[in-house]
């Protein structure tokens, strides 16, 4: 509580005889602090010039995630070996509140704020179906593989609902390094925006399972039936999401009318803007909501609508000022995740659990994906099916990130008896693991698909090529031909795929010159040839 | 510790059945944190939005810092009257190390980031003595006075040490509300200069005399002399600058040749750049020295020599950064303290010592800028002396902040026996008193004195002006004249004068080809009419 004040750590009032309360630090833990402190910094930096240093030499093996995450080990270890360990470890092992506070809303607004409107709407309907079917999918796969796991004594045997939990938490997908080397060797913009669009959704789907599935755990005495669960459940997701668009919405019309662009308060603007997303994670906290779901919600509709009723250099601080938080958020949540590993005591006997783990999401992702591009393809006339290669390499694309971590971070504190530490431990291991190996094969597995230089292929230096008429194609799909087949389950996947095209109208006609200050066709949002990715340099 | 993971506060499990450990919070006292922190941001964004509309209709009586102030008082208020009081306060009532490590190095970096070094270099010896000599004397005098006051039962009786320490603390002006005003009315550069530099440095000579002092308390009893405490003094506040500088030149030269600004990676430029002036705040912690004085001088650096190695686009993004958070900052501080003096239990014996110490506080400022401008004057040709009316403003600007409250908050832990309480509601009570009347009346003085539309008046809209030819006479004074006088005094002032003119050509012949990427005529920082305030409108 008194670490760092500006008080000399050497001279401590509170080390000597003051009478002040609470004073039970020592001069030697607070410069203890100061180091820890100076000590993360210094990763940091490290990790920016080296991510800077790889990139820059087009070695794709080591993804500037993976690097922060080798230097969190590196120097975990170090420490660890050290005598200084100890106090060092109680500065590294921050509460989860920074984590939570801190850490992942800019990170999660981030995600919904670079979301490039074009190539996410005009794949609105599979990123829905991988988002949120495919997401129940594989948490029920996962869940149900490592309970029947642990009744054959393949691992250790958790109950059924915190084997659901586990398969809820571990199904969040984390996008940041893949995405970085898609966006590095530039990819097909469609498989971009499923891969995005997906890993960017499917937090939020996660975190709801995983919230239901605690409520469920903690109320199964009281008799729940399996009604209130889905009750609950959508009750967290489409509040959670209210609130968000809401907000949203309502800064799109305070920056409409405000009049701020034409009066040159930039400082005043940014500052308005940035609080609104911080506004909606507090208020679905408040209520009793996600505000994770929330935060995300609000970033899609701010980019959506506010941001064009911003001025001109407002619009470019605040997607600056965003990129920079959620990097440097980013980049401090991988440094941490490796140095928790090196230091964490961890007991091996979980290696078998951590083995079949990966198996078993490793097969419900394929259950994930390949189920849900086949209803996908269902739908979709035969120009647009999503390819086989595409199917695959969205599979390979399911790295353990920053969200898995957190929900596992946050089952040590809701499940009993050393089960969450299982869950934390195997989650950890498997992040690394998955950071490390398909962060560092990605570019490779994209080469072998024959996915890289497609037909969109973009640059970094292409950037403000403005190519949005190349693929037109895609965005107001022909439903008219092949709807012969008159099979019941294609029928309805089509009037849900024709509401995703008709919410593209009603954005268009009614909702963009609603909130934004702009006349309807001139629409500055789509100029975009391709999202940006949360890394890497970002267009002028 | 659980407070807002994401967790619904309504369904908690840590409420339920659950063996987690440490799960003493309720689901309502989540909830609380909540609305607490939703609470927050509401007035930060009232804060913004009504200051804004103050300034629009030029109504200068209650400027933003006072409307965040009252904003604070109201709401705390309220919630004081409410039943919801003790929930709220839990999560107002914030630790120092929040307000230390998040709140304070912001402000006081953005304090020396946006020095703008024409005006300041030219008057830098005026604002040295006033900053240096001047804080040295006004806490010494406010010291005295408020022993004198104790021994002759006029207020509380304090330690003679432990007033000294409030003479210290009491001393540390704020630039903030005083500073808009005069930007808002456009005064004479030089005013603006004294009164901007003097109050930033002085944060610097305040919290150093303040530690210096409890380290005096402290080891009264090992009978430490006189000359160990000047020793520690200078220990303090040049190891502190020293590490400041190092680090800006450090981050100068690690600019100048990594060639970020060429590969257009604005996002790692940025990020590195954000970086360091917090690794300088640590590292001086860490090194048992004051961050907040090390972090100023680093941004005086950074401005001057980092800086110009940036790519254009991230000078424009940095510049708005530091501005944006640095304002988030200072509103937050304000409302806080209007918030924290509504919930506080005031013991109103404290009335007297409150009413004195801002006789006293008077008396000392007086002390301090007359003396101190008188020896400025006998150092200045008769074209360059301090006018007697800007000395009147100069005296009346000094209205206390940010600075007195922290270091109040910290007396709070220092001393013993509700010695700390005494001074913590007395420094409350005078920066609520200062920020009103002073900063209320700011303009009505300014008027007063005629100082409003001088020579180089500057108008928000007339930023980008360059006027640099205008104030030229005054950075090349002609020492020649006026030197026969002989006063042995007079000499050693005017080497001293002539020093920091030598310092100027050093900057300009060594450092800054040095330290910078750009030619030695060609001053990219130089350019700059007016320093811009921390808030209100920025350039662009």
């Avoid at 530039?186 to 960017?200: H, I, K, M, P, R």
């Avoid at 903690?218 to 959670?240: C, P, Y």
């Avoid at 504190?413 to 693991?433: N, S, Y």
């Amino acid at each position: 509580m008194e670490r760092l004040l500006p008080m000399s750590p050497d001279h401590d009032p509170n080390g000597g005889n003051s009478s002040s309360p609470g004073g039970g630090q020592t001069g030697k833990e607070q410069q203890a602090a100061g180091v820890g402190i100076l000590l993360q910094i210094m990763m940091l930096v490290l990790s920016f010039v080296l991510g800077h240093v790889l990139r820059r030499h087009k070695f794709y093996y080591l993804p500037e995630a993976s690097a922060s995450l080798l230097i969190g080990l590196i120097v975990g270890g170090l420490a660890n070996v050290s005598d200084t360990e100890t106090s060092i470890r109680t500065w590294f092992n921050f509460h989860e509140e920074f984590f939570f506070l801190f850490l992942l809303p800019p990170i999660i607004f981030q995600s919904g704020f670079s979301l490039s409107p074009k190539p996410f709407f005009s794949n609105f309907g599979a990123i829905v179906t991988f988002a949120i079917l495919g997401t129940f999918i594989a948490s029920v796969v996962t869940g149900v593989l490592v309970y029947l796991g642990g009744v054959m004594f393949l691992m250790y045997k958790l109950p059924f609902v915190e084997c659901l939990m586990f398969g809820a938490l571990i199904s969040a997908t984390d996008p940041v390094t893949v995405l970085s080397i898609f966006q590095e060797l530039g990819t097909d913009v469609n498989l971009y925006a499923l891969v995005f669009g997906e890993s960017v959704l499917n937090d939020a789907m996660a975190i709801s399972l995983y919230r239901t599935m605690s409520l469920v755990r903690q109320n199964a005495s009281s008799g729940q039936n399996f009604f209130m669960v889905i009750v609950r459940f959508l009750e967290t997701f489409v509040g959670s999401m209210s609130a968000g668009v809401g907000v949203g919405f309502i800064s799109a019309l305070l920056f409409k009318y405000a009049g701020l662009d034409i009066d040159n308060l930039q400082n005043l603007e940014c500052c308005l803007f940035v609080l609104f997303p911080y506004f909606s994670y507090m208020l679905a906290e408040g209520l009793g909501l996600s505000g994770i779901v929330s935060i995300l919600f609000t970033g899609m509709v701010m980019k959506h609508y506010t941001y064009s009723n911003l001025s001109e250099n407002s619009q470019r601080f605040v997607s600056a000022f965003f990129h920079l938080i959620s990097s440097l958020a980013e980049t401090f949540i991988f440094i941490y995740m490796g140095f928790d590993i090196a230091m964490e005591q961890h007991s091996w006997s979980h290696v078998g659990f951590i083995f079949f783990s990966i198996l078993f999401i490793g097969v419900a992702r394929a259950a994930n994906v390949f189920s849900c591009a086949y209803l996908v393809n269902l739908t979709r006339p035969a120009t647009r099916k999503i390819p086989a290669k595409h199917q695959k390499a969205l599979w390979y694309s399911g790295l353990r990130g920053a969200m898995a971590f957190a929900l596992a971070l946050q089952s040590v504190h809701d499940l009993p008896e050393g089960h969450g530490q299982t869950i934390f431990t195997a989650t950890t291991a498997i992040v690394v693991l998955t950071v490390l190996l398909i962060g560092g094969s990605t570019g490779t597995m994209l080469e072998a698909l024959q996915v890289v230089g497609d037909a969109h292929e973009v640059s970094l230096v292409e950037h403000n090529f403005q190519n949005s008429e190349g693929n037109h194609s895609y965005v107001a799909p022909s439903y008219d031909e092949d709807s012969s087949s008159g099979n019941k389950i294609k029928m309805k996947l089509k009037e849900f795929h024709k509401s995703t095209a008709s919410f593209t109208a009603l954005d268009r006609n009614y909702l963009t010159p609603f909130f934004t200050s702009q006349n309807g066709d001139e629409d500055d949002d789509f100029d975009e040839p391709m999202p940006t990715s949360r890394r890497g340099g970002f267009r002028h």
